[in-house]
């Protein structure tokens, strides 16, 4: 046929195209072919599913330390081996190490897949080491309701660090936070002024001064801005983000994560010392138990567990070593109390200095401290009472524990003869008058070898 060709094959298009088709057969012709094609893209198109992008999902709503530092590695080692096109950090955290918060920044900065920090729900913040980290994202958003900032260093009891350690802290969290802003595109002097002035900042001012990419109502509204949003990543190379219809893949902490959360809680840690080396003093002074022990030695390894990756004072573990000493000397030295009183202010005061943190969360809580300050002191009291008790009681071994006891003469003390007391023949000397043969005798002392005795009336009850 006359400008035109016949396939005698079959033709996709033909299925897509009435077009095409003939009384004759499948003839295509040249002059229609662009117009077929076109028609079978708008079908495809049209049937075709809206192509989604993967999210992944993680929410960090603890304080900053290796456990939280190994959850969020682990979640961004994972959106890049499932090739995701985004990773949403939902963010509430009241600040943590310094050391591990470095460390967070820069997983985020060198993760290959872009990272948003948001701040939600309404009522979180991203306080202190969270500011670094939500300046460290490639897009930075908050919720309404929510603040950040009040990253200033400070002691571990939250007192002001001395001037010399101050200022070389401070100037380096203020360069690394100046640097984070300033490779995302923020303002590093707000950014700076967090650490210097320790601001804090409303979703709405951080908004106008440029530390956050906007403000978004919850995670759908944030996915919503985000399709088609331009990031520039750490690097300097500019992307953006093609969500589609996205697909929310979310990561929970491990097991072990939780576990290990769990372990670098001050209080945790604490209290697993203490009733760690409770049980081992109860095996130590009952042996054969087994259980107290193997509790005791549990916890204590627990609780070297969370000191290694918490931050230790060690004045705080000197006194507490001090207020042990104190209640030990207690139980052997008579003092009426005093060494007690001095042991339980030891104790508090080196149980609140033990770990160093720079926050109120990452510190041994008052209300822990006092309940296991006085469960201490009773504890020395009642053995301090077992003590004093057992030295009223009368001997009941050796020669001091003849005294009292009532035997009979064997033949008569005139003063000196013998007597029998608990089935064993003793030389004896009569304190007062002759007794006779076959008497109840009474021990009053031990003289070496003698015994001395008094004759008793035969009402008067006692064990030969």
């Given at each position: 046929?006359?400008?035109?060709?016949?396939?005698?094959?079959?033709?996709?298009?033909?299925?897509?195209?009435?077009?095409?088709?003939?009384?004759?057969?499948?003839?295509?012709?040249?002059?229609?072919?662009?117009?077929?094609?076109?028609?079978?893209?708008?079908?495809?198109?049209?049937?075709?599913?809206?192509?989604?992008?993967?999210?992944?999902?993680?929410r960090?709503?603890?304080?900053?330390?290796?456990?939280?530092?190994?959850?969020?590695?682990?979640?961004?080692?994972?959106?890049?081996?499932?090739?995701?096109?985004?990773?949403?950090?939902?963010?509430?955290?009241?600040?943590?190490?310094v050391?591990?918060?470095?460390?967070?920044?820069?997983?985020?900065?060198?993760?290959?897949?872009?990272?948003?920090?948001?701040?939600?729900?309404?009522?979180?913040?991203?306080?202190?080491?969270?500011?670094?980290?939500?300046?460290?994202?490639?897009?930075?958003?908050?919720?309404?309701?929510?603040?950040?900032?009040?990253?200033?260093?400070?002691?571990?009891?939250?007192?002001?660090?001395?001037?010399?350690?101050?200022?070389?802290?401070?100037?380096?969290a203020?360069?690394?936070?100046?640097?984070?802003?300033?490779?995302?595109?923020?303002?590093?002097?707000?950014?700076?002024?967090?650490?210097?002035?320790?601001?804090?900042?409303?979703?709405?001012?951080?908004?106008?001064e440029?530390?956050?990419?906007?403000?978004?109502?919850?995670?759908?509204?944030?996915?919503?801005?985000?399709?088609?949003?331009?990031?520039?990543?750490?690097?300097?190379?500019?992307?953006?983000?093609?969500?589609?219809?996205?697909?929310?893949?979310?990561?929970?902490?491990?097991?072990?994560?939780?576990?290990?959360?769990?372990?670098?809680?001050?209080?945790?840690?604490?209290?697993?010392?203490?009733?760690?080396?409770?049980?081992?003093?109860?095996?130590?002074t009952?042996?054969?138990?087994?259980?107290?022990?193997?509790?005791?030695?549990v916890?204590?390894?627990?609780?070297?567990?969370?000191?290694?990756?918490?931050?230790?004072?060690?004045?705080?573990v000197?006194?507490i070593?001090?207020?042990?000493?104190?209640?030990?000397?207690?139980?052997?030295?008579?003092?009426?109390?005093?060494?007690?009183?001095g042991?339980?202010?030891?104790?508090?005061?080196?149980s609140?200095?033990?770990?160093?943190?720079?926050?109120?969360?990452?510190?041994?809580?008052?209300?822990?401290?006092?309940?296991?300050?006085?469960?201490?002191?009773?504890?020395?009291?009642?053995?301090?009472s077992?003590?004093l008790?057992?030295?009223?009681?009368?001997?009941?071994?050796?020669?001091?524990?003849?005294?009292?006891?009532?035997?009979?003469?064997?033949?008569?003390?005139a003063?000196?003869?013998?007597?029998?007391?608990h089935g064993?023949?003793?030389?004896?000397?009569?304190?007062?008058?002759?007794?006779?043969?076959?008497?109840?005798?009474?021990?009053?002392?031990?003289?070496?070898?003698?015994?001395?005795?008094?004759?008793?009336?035969?009402?008067?009850?006692?064990?030969?």
């Open positions: 046929m006359v400008g035109g060709e016949v396939i005698s094959g079959f033709s996709f298009e033909l299925l897509l195209c009435p077009l095409c088709l003939t009384s004759e057969g499948p003839i295509i012709f040249s002059m229609r072919r662009p117009i077929c094609l076109l028609v079978a893209l708008m079908l495809l198109f049209a049937v075709a599913p809206a192509w989604a992008g993967e999210v992944v999902r993680l960090v709503e603890d304080t900053i330390q290796p456990a939280s530092q190994q959850f969020i590695e682990r979640a961004l080692r994972d959106a890049a081996d499932r090739g995701a096109s985004l990773v949403v950090m939902e963010l509430d955290t009241p600040g943590g190490l050391d591990t918060t470095r460390d967070i920044t820069t997983a985020i900065a060198t993760s290959p897949v872009p990272v948003v920090v948001f701040v939600t729900p309404p009522g979180a913040r991203a306080a202190s080491a969270g500011f670094f980290i939500l300046i460290s994202a490639d897009v930075a958003v908050m919720a309404p309701g929510t603040n950040t900032g009040a990253a200033h260093p400070v002691g571990g009891q939250g007192e002001n660090l001395p001037e010399d350690v101050r200022d070389k802290i401070t100037n380096d203020a360069a690394m936070v100046r640097s984070l802003a300033e490779h995302r595109g923020r303002n590093p002097e707000v950014a700076e002024r967090t650490v210097l002035e320790s601001i804090s900042l409303t979703a709405e001012e951080a908004l106008e440029g530390l956050i990419d906007f403000i978004a109502v919850s995670v759908d509204d944030l996915l919503e801005r985000l399709d088609g949003f331009e990031v520039t990543r750490f690097d300097g190379t500019v992307e953006t983000i093609e969500l589609g219809s996205p697909q929310l893949v979310d990561i929970e902490p491990t097991f072990t994560e939780r576990l290990f959360s769990v372990l670098a809680n001050p209080n945790i840690a604490y209290l697993l010392m203490a009733l760690g080396a409770l049980g081992l003093y109860v095996e130590i009952h042996p054969g138990g087994i259980l107290p022990g193997v509790v005791g030695v916890f204590l390894l627990l609780g070297l567990y969370s000191v290694s990756v918490l931050p230790v004072s060690w004045a705080g000197a006194l070593f001090v207020a042990l000493m104190l209640f030990i000397l207690e139980v052997k030295v008579t003092s009426y109390g005093l060494l007690t009183v042991g339980v202010i030891t104790f508090v005061l080196g609140l200095m033990l770990f160093d943190g720079p926050i109120p969360a990452m510190r041994v809580s008052l209300g822990v401290v006092l309940p296991t300050a006085v469960v201490a002191a009773t504890l020395t009291g009642f053995l301090l077992r003590v008790w057992a030295h009223r009681q009368k001997p009941m071994t050796g020669r001091e524990g003849l005294i009292g006891d009532v035997g009979r003469a064997i033949g008569e003390l003063p000196e003869g013998k007597v029998a007391v064993e023949y003793w030389n004896a000397r009569s304190v007062g008058s002759a007794i006779a043969d076959g008497d109840r005798v009474r021990v009053v002392a031990v003289k070496n070898s003698w015994i001395e005795v008094a004759s008793v009336g035969d009402h008067e009850e006692g064990s030969e």
